[in-house]
């Protein structure tokens, strides 16, 4: 306990503070109020001893030791932290590469087939191209030969139309010959025998 002499003398020897300063300090804090420079009023043992970490018997105090993550730890705990949204990531990066290799996929397959089509549509309409010449040409030919054909059927029915009527002469002179009795004939040595 403080007696009155000594109290009075360091209430009257106590730093004076202008008007709205804040004191500052290290226990500014901790106390909520700091006297300036190093200098502090005197208080009890048990709270010096609490500010300054020493205990009655003077032995520094033992204070709550708290175990911080080291490097590697914060490390290691920030890369677990960041494994499920990457491999989230990763498995929509595949999934979608893999939508995009089906459908160029299916794209290829289908130009290929119109190439295909567009080939043996090329090569149809060549043949067909060729084949409606080779019917042209053989329609002019038949045409043609059919232009012969009654030309040649009309020149056969006029020389059978021919051979009938020679035919039919050649019969008539034949019965001709048949029905008039055979002339005699002359006899140079006729008159010189009767006259012998």
């Given amino acids: 306990m403080f007696n009155g002499r000594l109290g009075a003398e360091a209430w009257h020897s106590r730093p004076k503070l202008l008007h709205g300063e804040i004191p ?32 009655w018997n003077g032995q520094p105090q033992a204070r709550p030791v708290h175990h911080l993550p080291t490097e590697s730890a914060q490390m290691q705990s920030q890369v677990c932290s960041q494994m499920p949204d990457d491999y989230a990531n ?29 080939k043996d549509a090329g090569a149809q309409n060549e043949k067909v191209k060729q084949m409606k010449a080779n019917l042209d040409r053989l329609e002019n030919e038949l045409r043609y030969v059919g232009q ?44 010189s025998v009767g006259m012998a």
């Avoid at 909520?32 to 609490?50: M, R, Y």
């Fill in 90 to 118: 990763k498995v929509a990066e595949v999934t979608v590469l893999r939508s995009r290799n089906q459908q160029l996929e299916r794209d290829t397959i289908k130009l290929q087939n119109d190439l295909a089509q567009s």
């Fill in 24 to 55: 500052s300090g290290p226990c500014q804090g901790a106390m909520g109020v700091q006297w300036p420079g190093s200098a502090s009023p005197a208080i009890s043992g048990s709270v010096a001893a609490v500010l300054h970490g020493t205990t």
């Fill in 148 to 191: 012969d054909l009654m030309t040649s059927e009309e020149s056969r029915r006029r020389l059978q139309n021919n051979v009938q009527e020679l035919e039919s002469e050649l019969t008539q002179v034949k019965a001709t010959q048949v029905a008039r009795p055979p002339a005699p004939s002359p006899n140079p040595l006729g008159t």
